[in-house]
C-alpha cells in the first residue's frame, strides 16, 4: 500500500524554497510551461514586503508522502474583498498536485479548514494571491503557452477540481488576434467619429512620471471597474507596486490614457508578451538568465491586452474603439504581429460582441471555482 498522505503547514525558510520550486517537478517536460521567475515568486509570497498582505492573510501547506512532496496549495483571506463585497469569502492558490486525487483532495481540504476557521462560508480560487492577481484554472486550449500574467496547468487539474467537490464559479475568456486580420472598417469609423465629436485625446504614459501615471490608471481602474465580478479596488502601495514590476517590461506606446475635453476618461494597458522569453531561462536570471532574457526580449512578436477601462461618466461613447484602433495600429508598427485579450467574464456580452466583430477567437478558457462551507 502507498505511504499515507499527510499535509502540513510550511514552516520556515527552506521549506517555502521548497514550497516554490515544487512547481518545477510538474511541469517537468512539459513544452508549454513558462518556468515563473524564482525571484519574483518570492516577493508575490513575502507577507512583509508585498502590500497585498495589508489586508490580506495566507498560510501555505505542503502534502507530503512519507519524505516525498506531492502537492502544494496556499489558504488565502482576503479582508478588503469581503469588505467591499458583503461576503464570507476565502480563497486558495498556488495550488499544484501530482495526479492522485488522494493528494488534492487532501490539499483542498486544509484549505478549506483554514479559511472556515476564520469564519468563512465559502471557498474560491485559484488566486495567486487574490483577484487583481494571476487567477483561474486552464480547462480549454492547453495547446499553447500562456502570455504573461495568465495561468497554465495540466489537464487533469480539472478532475481532481471535480473529485474535490469544487463548482463553476465563473468562466473567462482569452480572445486571439494576429494581424493577418485587418482591423475593422466599423472600428476605424468609430474611432474617428469619436475622436472628432467628442474632443478626444490619447496619449502614451510618460516613464518618468510614472508614479503619477500609475495613480490615474488606479483612478479610472477603480470607478470604471466597480461593478464587475470579483472586483477589489487597488490601494495606492498595491499599484505602485505592481507599477514597478511592469516598468521592467512596458512599451508605454501600449499604455494609454484617453481624455474627453480634457478630463481623464479611460485606460488601456497592453504589455509585450515576455513569457516568450522567460520560457528560456528557465526562472533564473543569475548568472546567465538576464542575458538570455534581454536576447529572447528583442524576439517578442505578440502582447497581451490586460485592461481596458473607461469610467462609468464616459461609457458607451465609443472611447473602447479608440483604443482598439491605437493598440492595434500602434502594436503592429512596434513589431508585434498577434496578441491575446484577456480576461473578458462570460457575460460581458458587449466586450465579447466587440472582439469577435473585430474578428478575434476564443482560444482559451479559465475558470473559477467555489464551494460553500
Known amino acids: ?6 499535509v502540513r503547514p510550511v514552516t520556515g525558510a527552506r521549506e ?5 520550486k515544487f512547481p518545477w517537478r510538474i511541469y517537468r517536460g512539459d513544452p508549454n510551461w513558462v518556468p515563473p521567475l524564482l525571484v519574483e515568486q ?35 483571506l482576503d479582508h478588503h474583498y469581503n469588505d467591499f463585497h458583503g461576503e464570507r469569502t476565502g ?8 495526479d492522485d486525487p ?19 462560508n465559502q471557498i474560491m480560487g485559484p488566486t495567486n494571491p487574490g483577484t487583481n492577481h494571476v487567477l483561474a484554472l486552464l480547462v480549454d486550449g492547453f495547446d499553447r503557452p500562456p502570455v504573461i500574467q495568465m495561468p497554465y496547468n495540466p489537464p487533469y487539474y480539472l478532475e481532481l477540481f471535480a473529485d474535490a467537490g469544487l463548482e463553476k464559479a465563473r468562466d473567462l475568456y482569452a480572445y486571439w488576434m494576429e494581424d493577418i486580420t485587418p482591423i475593422s472598417d466599423k472600428v476605424e469609423r468609430v474611432a474617428d467619429l469619436v475622436r472628432r465629436r467628442k474632443a478626444v485625446t490619447v496619449r502614451s504614459i510618460v516613464m518618468k512620471n510614472l508614479r503619477e501615471e500609475i495613480q490615474l490608471i488606479k483612478e479610472v481602474y477603480n470607478d470604471a471597474w466597480e461593478k464587475n465580478w470579483g472586483f477589489v479596488p487597488w490601494t495606492d502601495a498595491e499599484i505602485q507596486a505592481v507599477g514597478q514590476d511592469l516598468k521592467m517590461v512596458v512599451d508605454p506606446d501600449l499604455v494609454m490614457l484617453a481624455y474627453v475635453d480634457g478630463e481623464l476618461a ?13 520560457k528560456r531561462i528557465n526562472g533564473r536570471l543569475f548568472p546567465l538568465g538576464i542575458f538570455k532574457l534581454l536576447i529572447y526580449s528583442r524576439k517578442i512578436n ?10 462609468r461618466k464616459f461609457q458607451n461613447m465609443g472611447l473602447d474603439a479608440v483604443f482598439y484602433y491605437e493598440t492595434y495600429t500602434r502594436g503592429t508598427s512596434h513589431g508585434f504581429h498577434a496578441g491575446e485579450f484577456s480576461w473578458i467574464l462570460e457575460n460581458n456580452t458587449p466586450m465579447r460582441n466587440a472582439m469577435e466583430n473585430w474578428g478575434a477567437r476564443i482560444y482559451k478558457t479559465y475558470r473559477m471555482y467555489r464551494k460553500a462551507l
Do not use: C
Open 91 to 98: 480563497f486558495f492558490g498556488f495550488f499544484e498536485s501530482i
Open 1 to 6: 500500500m502507498p505511504e499515507p498522505i499527510s
Open 102 to 120: 488522494a493528494v488534492s483532495s487532501a490539499l483542498l481540504a486544509a484549505a478549506e479548514d483554514w479559511v472556515r476557521g476564520k469564519g468563512m
Open 16 to 20: 517555502l524554497d521548497r514550497f516554490i
Open 266 to 278: 479611460g485606460f488601456s494597458l497592453s504589455l509585450p508578451d515576455v513569457n516568450q522569453a522567460l
Open 302 to 311: 505578440q502582447i497581451r491586452v490586460l485592461a481596458l477601462g473607461v469610467k
Open 42 to 76: 518570492k516577493g508575490l509570497l513575502d507577507t512583509k514586503k508585498n502590500p497585498f498582505y495589508e489586508h490580506a492573510e495566507i498560510r501555505h501547506y505542503l502534502a507530503w508522502r512519507g519524505r516525498e512532496i506531492v502537492g502544494r496549495i496556499s489558504a488565502i
